[in-house]
T-cell receptor, first 113, second 110 residues
Framework: SQTIHQWPATLVQPVGSPLSLECTVE??????LYWYRQAAGRGLQLLFY??????ISSEVPQNLSASRPQDRQFILSSKKLLLSDSGFYLC????????????FGPGTRLTVT | GEDVEQSLFLSVREGDSSVINCTYT??????LYWYKQEPGAGLQLLTY?????DMKQDQRLTVLLNKKDKHLSLRIADTQTGDSAIYFC??????????FGTGTSLTVIP
């Protein structure tokens, strides 16, 4: 069966520090991968998605970036965090290409201080 | 991204039916979804419907789609306290990108 992992589960970082959040998927190959952010009291915002290694589509221009160095690994990064980057970051995967179902990881709670 | 709107809060009594509503803007959306999020957790896929369907039933869940009005609803029959959570509506025009609503917080009163 497929599982999706995210780490760390929680993170407290100062403004201006770098960020690296990691997501890995097991039990599937060539998935679509996604990064979302959920700000407090708000819905999910699609940040990036990837349909293959090295293929990243950005939905929202900001100081975040994403990379997919391996088929089942998706990384969200920032060189300098802003206060507004605080939120709940969710990784998700979808079978590719004909699946319609998207599944989410447990999330990372990021607090920028 | 696309605009997906939901009311923020809904309270129902245990045993009653809950109806959570959603409107979306992209008339070309092919897939429409309902997800459930419990506190501090990721999202759990509840059900989805294709745009060529009007209704889908799955145990206590009934999804209704009015494509003309771009309106999607989720009915939960015999609502239980364990159904208390945030429910998200989502649309996918292509099957690759997903756009989510703001979520409806459902509170079930015992």
């Amino acid at each position: 069966s497929q599982t999706i992992h995210q780490w760390p589960a929680t993170l407290v970082q100062p403004v201006g520090s770098p960020l690296s959040l990691e997501c890995t998927v097991e039990g599937t190959s060539n998935p679509n991968l996604y990064w979302y952010r959920q700000a407090a009291g708000r819905g999910l915002q699609l940040l990036f998605y990837s349909v293959g290694i090295g293929q990243i589509s950005s939905e929202v221009p900001q100081n975040l970036s994403a990379s997919r160095p391996q088929d089942r690994q998706f990384i969200l990064s920032s060189k300098k965090l802003l206060l507004s980057d605080s939120g709940f970051y969710l990784c998700a995967w979808k079978g590719h290409p004909s699946s319609y179902e998207q599944y989410f990881g447990p999330g990372t709670r990021l607090t920028v201080t | 991204g696309e605009d997906v709107e939901q009311s923020l809060f809904l309270s129902v009594r245990e045993g009653d039916s809950s109806v959570i509503n959603c409107t979306y803007t992209d008339s070309s959306s092919t897939y429409l979804y309902w997800y459930k999020q419990e506190p501090g957790a990721g999202l759990q896929l509840l059900t989805y419907i294709f745009s060529n369907m009007d209704m889908k039933q799955d145990q206590r869940l009934t999804v209704l789609l009015n494509k003309k009005d771009k309106h999607l609803s989720l009915r939960i029959a015999d609502t239980q306290t364990g159904d208390s959570a945030i429910y998200f509506c989502a649309e996918s025009p292509t099957g690759n990108q997903f756009y989510f609503g703001t979520g409806t917080s459902l509170t079930v009163i015992p």
